[in-house]
């Protein structure tokens, strides 16, 4: 079985720059989550989708952040314009099910904003 | 809301000492509990959870973590460390309740030395 499949793995982008991070989940996974972690601090929830839904985008840092999942495959987390802050590694994970039940985590996306 | 503390940030040992990483969550009630391992550029793997039932729970290549209610702690442990063991540790809880979105600590950074 294909494990969840994130794109980069790294981004370099200037602040003011749009960046477009991907990800591929598990076939047949309907939940699909973000994450986030800034550098030597814990893990956030960012927004989660059910199939092309989105569930619960309460970890979502601002609306400079726009997370889509058309037709309930692949999903898409596009930072602009990007900020100083926003530097951080990026982590997907789906399941099956809701709930933590069979995560499966992405390798992430480390972004650096300079 | 939930919290996750995880005590240790950097934990440096030799090959064979035994390891203990601790982790507190500030939310009582029904919880399911997990600790997942980041291996150097891996993805986030679940080393081992805790959902019901026996409060000692085994894991992966021989790592155990014990679940005591009382002291809302779910703190992880191997009896004998090794070089391959050097890795990213997280402790994640999910609940009380609804709640089915898992908050993360800050994680453990573990090297060891052969």
């Known amino acids: 079985e294909a494990g969840v499949t994130q794109f980069p793995s790294h981004s370099v982008i200037e602040k003011g720059q749009t960046v477009t991070l991907r990800c591929d989940p598990i076939s047949g996974h309907d939940n699909l989550y973000w994450y986030r972690r800034v550098m030597g601090k814990e893990i956030k929830f960012l927004l989660h989708?059910?199939?092309?839904?989105?569930?619960?985008e309460s970890g979502m840092p601002n609306n400079r952040f726009l997370a889509e999942r058309t037709g309930g495959t692949y999903s898409t987390l596009k930072v602009q314009p990007a900020e100083l802050e926003d530097s951080g590694v990026y982590f997907c994970a789906s399941s099956p099910g809701t709930g933590s039940y069979g995560y499966t985590f992405g390798s992430g996306t480390r972004l650096t904003v300079v | 809301a939930q919290s996750v503390s995880q005590h240790n940030h950097h934990v440096i040992l030799s090959e064979a000492a035994s390891l203990e990483l601790g982790c507190n969550y500030s939310?009582?009630?029904?919880?399911?509990l997990f600790w997942y391992v980041q291996y150097p550029g891996q993805h986030l793997q679940l080393l081992l959870k805790y959902f019901s039932g026996d409060p000692l729970v085994k894991g992966i290549k021989g790592f155990e973590a014990e679940f005591i209610k009382s002291k809302f702690s779910f703190n992880l442990r191997k009896p004998s460390v090794q070089w391959s063991d050097t890795a990213e540790y997280f402790c994640a809880v999910n609940g009380p309740g609804g709640s089915y979105i898992p908050t993360f600590g800050r994680g453990t950074s573990l090297i060891v030395h052969p």
């Open positions: 989708f059910v199939k092309e839904s989105k569930q619960d």
């Open positions: 939310y009582g009630g029904t919880v399911n």
